[in-house]
T-cell receptor, first 112, second 118 residues
Framework: RKEVEQDPGPFNVPEGATVAFNCTYSNSASQSFFWYRQDCRKEPKLLMSVYSSGNEDGRFTAQLNRASQYISLLIRDSKLSDSATYLCVAYPGGSTLGRLYFGRGTQLTVWP | GAVVSQHPSWVICKSGTSVKIECRSLDFQATTMFWYRQFPKQSLMLMATSNEGSKATYEQGVEKDKFLINHASLTLSTLTVTSAHPEDSSFYIC??????????????FGPGTRLTVT
């Protein structure tokens, strides 16, 4: 079983829609979680960090459910510029030398 | 703050040659840097973890003699792809971890290097 699993999509939504991505992780001891966005042929860019139950930043809300071991990302009022691949990332900490575990990414396309 | 640069941003080389990619943390010290590879439509694959002043830790299946990593200072790590072949063509991305930072696990990514081997 992979450390982090997420639905690859693609998700195709109209502008203004609300879209949610879910992600599950296998290591119950994971300390923190991140959502990165990656545009085509570019590096991942940090979108949100999640250290406790959740985080909100404008139109973006991330929620963490440790009991069920899943993290979600909600995007409200989608913009064309939100089109990208969203990567769910877990950080186990401990003896893992600081490495991150990436999901395969969920592709989002927002159409006008 | 927390900017990571990579050089070159793209490179085309002939099969059999070696290519060196540099990763620098510009405004912070990074005791640990990570090297990833990403093929089209796939997620990032960790190749190795590079710690300043010590040997890199390679992921299973990554040839350490082919992908040479040197982390000589707290702000610079290099990846050398030796005797490159067309199958090594990929997007190579480094990231740096802020030493003692307040946000556990947070890493900062370089802009990536696109390698094409002909």
């Amino acid at each position: 079983r992979k450390e982090v699993e997420q639905d690859p999509g693609p998700f195709n939504v109209p502008e203004g829609a609300t879209v949610a991505f879910n992600c599950t992780y296998s290591n119950s001891a994971s300390q923190s979680f991140f959502w990165y966005r990656q545009d085509c042929r570019k590096e991942p860019k940090l979108l949100m960090s999640v250290y406790s139950s959740g985080n909100e930043d404008g139109r973006f809300t991330a929620q963490l459910n440790r009991a069920s071991q899943y993290i979600s990302l909600l995007i409200r009022d989608s913009k064309l510029s939100d089109s990208a691949t969203y990567l769910c990332v877990a950080y186990p900490g401990g003896s893992t030398l600081g490495r991150l575990y990436f999901g395969r990414g969920t592709q989002l396309t927002v159409w006008p | 703050g927390a900017v990571v640069s990579q050089h070159p941003s793209w490179v085309i080389c002939k099969s059999g040659t070696s290519v060196k990619i540099e990763c620098r943390s510009l405004d912070f010290q990074a005791t640990t840097m990570f090297w990833y590879r990403q093929f089209p439509k796939q997620s990032l694959m960790l190749m190795a973890t590079s710690n300043e002043g010590s040997k890199a830790t390679y992921e299973q299946g990554v040839e350490k003699d082919k992908f040479l990593i040197n982390h000589a200072s707290l702000t610079l790590s290099t990846l050398t792809v030796t005797s490159a072949h067309p199958e090594d063509s990929s997007f190579y991305i480094c990231s740096a971890r802020l030493a003692g930072g307040p946000k556990p696990g947070e890493q900062y990514f370089g802009p990536g290097t696109r390698l094409t081997v002909t």
